[in-house]
């Protein structure tokens, strides 16, 4: 696929289901399974297979991102020994 064509198209390149199984280290009927359960990036059909733009998986990715967990202040934990 030739990225700097579809850029000058004004097309983002889209994963199969496959590269995006690659991509995330995982096999690729987690990716089905994650769809069939609604926690899956959203996809495109075409025709009998599911592309995923490259944009739509980093806001997916963005949305699973946990959140730091918050510091205890120290001088509340000193009080309670």
């Known amino acids: 696929m030739n990225t700097?064509?579809?850029s000058g198209l004004g097309l983002?390149?889209?994963?199969?289901?496959s590269e995006l199984?690659?991509?995330l280290g995982v096999q690729?009927?987690?990716?089905?399974d994650l769809r069939t359960d609604g926690r899956g990036p959203a996809g495109?059909?075409?025709?009998?297979?599911i592309r995923y733009r490259v944009s739509d998986v980093?806001?997916?990715?963005?949305?699973?991102h946990e959140p730091e967990p918050a510091l205890r202040s120290l001088?509340?934990?000193?009080?309670q020994r």
């Not at 980093?58 to 699973?64: A, E, M, P, T, V």
């Not at 001088?75 to 009080?79: L, P």
């Open 4 to 6: 700097e064509r579809l």
């Open 12 to 17: 983002e390149p889209v994963l199969t289901t």
């Open 21 to 23: 199984a690659d991509y």
């Open 28 to 32: 690729v009927q987690a990716i089905y």
């Open 44 to 49: 495109i059909r075409v025709g009998r297979e």
């Open 58 to 64: 980093l806001r997916w990715l963005d949305r699973l």
């Open 75 to 79: 001088s509340g934990q000193i009080g």
